[in-house]
């Protein structure tokens, strides 16, 4: 599987030291540095639902650079009415459900068949002395699975939400999350 | 067992770091694609505001010259076209034109006005030079300068299209 650790870069900014509203505004004026400030703050947090989402770290990248690049072309949408962040946020999980739209349309019905085989393989240690790596585990989620447990237990969104921005039954996405947790609880029990 | 699993689980979610940072630095090729992004953009306009101004600092020179030269300079543009079989169809199709701007859906108001100076221009080309026409229908130069016009007419309809599926497809 995939190594999807993360990975800590020196360039990070503070998200409290400078007023965001400004560089937006700066940015949506056409202000490219201003923008990297903005991409410096939030692309942890944006790469890590990306990667949560994708569950592949190529496609990961390829979906965090492309919500930045969504994001300031649309800028002069951007209202302010809530954060960059919250903002790019959105972009950037709408951006990994377009990529799996596919995937979503043929998970309308929850199939269990491979589950067991699921269930059954061993997680593999990636922090000795630490217990598994859940990220990995995730990653190795079915994608609706997955997409339907990061959405709901990570980011928080409820049934209704996800349903929404999936094109998901809110039945089909409960059934998801069950698969989703019934996988995850077997991997932490090896 | 499922309830120590449950919250085994639901500890270890809450320990998931909320930021992951790319294995490196995606800045270049967000960069990168906004500066493309950027050119593109840009040449768009530029290519037809000069081509547009081109065509009709052009279209005016050829048309004062021939109009000069000829015996009945005297007669007015406006007298001429209208004379012309075409001229009503041409007329029409630049409302088309217009009216598909104006009414164009997702356009910023400056792009719109951008959009709808380089039209009027090229537009008020084609006046011109079908007016000159009128008085000399074979001169092969009048028919060529058309041609471009017709074909910048139609880059910038097309590049109008563009900016708005741009725009519709963004959030």
């Known amino acids: ?190 | 067992m499922n309830n120590v699993n449950d919250d085994k689980l639901q500890k270890a979610v809450q320990r998931l770091p909320q930021d992951i940072d790319p294995g490196h630095d995606l800045w270049p090729a967000i960069a990168a694609r906004i500066g493309r992004k950027q050119r593109a953009a840009r040449p768009l306009w530029a290519y037809a505001l000069a081509a547009s101004l081109c065509v009709a600092v052009g279209a005016g020179s050829l048309y004062y010259g021939l109009a000069r030269h000829a015996p009945d300079a005297a007669v007015p543009v406006e007298v001429a076209t209208t004379a012309s079989p075409g001229a009503v169809y041409y007329a029409q199709r630049a409302a088309f034109a217009e009216n598909s701007v104006e009414t164009a859906p997702n356009l910023a108001p400056a792009t719109r006005a951008v959009i709808l100076t380089n039209l009027r221009i090229i537009e008020g080309s084609m006046q011109q030079i079908l007016a000159a026409l009128e008085k000399d229908p074979n001169n092969p130069r009048l028919r060529t300068l058309l041609y471009d016009l017709y074909q910048n007419e139609a880059r910038l309809l097309a590049a109008t299209q563009q900016i708005q599926t741009t725009q519709r497809n963004d959030l």
């Not at chain 1, 007023?19 to 505004?25: N, V």
């Not at chain 1, 592949?56 to 930045?68: K, S, Y």
């Not at chain 1, 190795?140 to 990570?154: E, K």
């Open chain 1, 1 to 190: 599987m995939e190594s999807v650790l993360a990975m800590q870069s020196p360039t990070r900014i503070p998200l409290d030291t400078i007023d965001e509203t400004d560089i937006a505004a700066r940015a949506r004026d056409g202000d490219i540095a201003a923008f990297e400030q903005l991409y410096r703050r939030h692309v942890g947090r944006v790469h890590a639902v990306c990667l949560r989402l994708a569950g592949n770290r190529t496609l990961a990248e390829e979906c965090t650079q492309d919500a930045f690049v969504r994001a300031w072309e649309s800028l002069a949408k951007f209202r302010g009415e809530s954060s960059f962040g919250t903002w790019v946020h959105r972009i950037a999980v709408n951006t990994v459900l377009e990529r799996h739209r596919t995937q979503l349309r043929q998970a309308a019905w929850v199939t269990t068949k491979s589950d067991e085989i699921l269930e059954a393989v061993p997680a593999e240690e990636s922090d000795p002395g630490h217990g598994i790596d859940l990220e990995q585990c995730i990653a190795g989620l079915p994608a609706a699975a997955r997409m339907v447990f990061v959405l709901f237990d990570v980011e928080g969104r409820s049934h209704e939400e996800i349903a929404e921005m999936t094109g998901l039954a809110v039945g089909t996405s409960k059934a998801h999350l069950h698969r989703a947790r019934r996988i995850l609880r077997a991997r932490l029990e090896t």
